[in-house]
């Protein structure tokens, strides 16, 4: 149980242009998701967490504007990048906490996505 | 602020060996601590979780340890595999607030036949 998706699993897209990616909690209800991106070699980074019907919460240094989260159902989260560069070819990984079930402190990760800007 | 070291950052290994990675952490107050395994272009997956007052718990070949009056935490692999090599990242969490954890960079582990 406690199964995360995320889809695409890898996407490439022009310079300039939007992505999204979806984040989904199959069985059980997310009331937390939070968004990582991971640089190669490198630790994950919280990017932002948000809440079922409340908006994101995002970490200094990560522009909202730019990546825009929405939670707007308990079993979905999506990311969208905005305008995307270069700089915002990573690897986006998102994670899923049901409280009080499965768990009030287990965080239950996606399998990620590799995004490549053009 | 809180924090979490992992030593080493990098390990090569002959398959069939043991292997013990290390993860210090100033978290406070502290809630549990996680392993998790990643492997390349993968989400992590948890291997353990241990709270304040567990001292170890293993997982197949996998045990952890934890001292959390020294705030320390072990990862012990035994007789590796091929499969063994991966990233393995050590998670604080804090109590209390929004149970946001603290990652460690992780330590890459690469197993050699």
């Known amino acids: 149980g406690a199964v995360v998706s995320q889809h695409p699993s890898w996407v490439i897209c022009k310079s300039g242009t939007s992505v999204k990616i979806e984040c989904r909690s199959l069985d059980f209800q997310a009331t937390t998701m939070f968004w990582y991106r991971q640089f190669p070699k490198q630790s994950l980074m919280l990017m932002a967490t948000s809440n079922e019907g409340s908006k994101a919460t995002y970490e200094q240094g990560v522009e909202k504007d730019k990546f825009l989260i929405n939670h707007a159902s308990l079993t979905l989260s999506t990311l969208t990048v905005t305008s995307a560069h270069p700089e915002d070819s990573s690897f986006y990984i998102c994670?899923?906490?049901?409280?009080?079930?499965?768990?009030?402190?287990?965080?239950?990760f996606g399998p990620g996505t590799r995004l490549t800007v053009t | 602020k809180n924090q979490v070291e992992q030593s080493p950052q990098s390990l090569i290994i002959l398959e069939g060996k043991n292997c013990t990675l290390q993860?210090?952490?100033?978290?406070?107050?502290?809630?549990?601590l996680r392993w998790y395994k990643q492997d390349t272009g993968r989400g992590p997956v948890s291997l353990t979780i241990m709270t304040f007052s567990e001292n170890t718990k293993s997982n197949g070949r996998y045990t952890a340890t934890l001292d959390a009056d020294t705030k320390q935490s072990s990862l012990h692999i035994t007789a590796s595999q091929l499969s063994d090599s991966a990233s393995y990242i050590c998670?604080?969490?804090?109590?209390?607030?929004?149970?946001?954890?603290?990652f460690g960079r992780g330590t890459s582990l690469i197993v050699h036949p």
């Open positions: 993860c210090n952490y100033t978290v406070s107050p502290f809630s549990n």
């Open positions: 994670s899923a906490r049901g409280a009080p079930r499965p768990s009030s402190y287990e965080q239950y």
């Open positions: 998670v604080v969490n804090g109590s209390g607030g929004s149970y946001i954890p603290t």
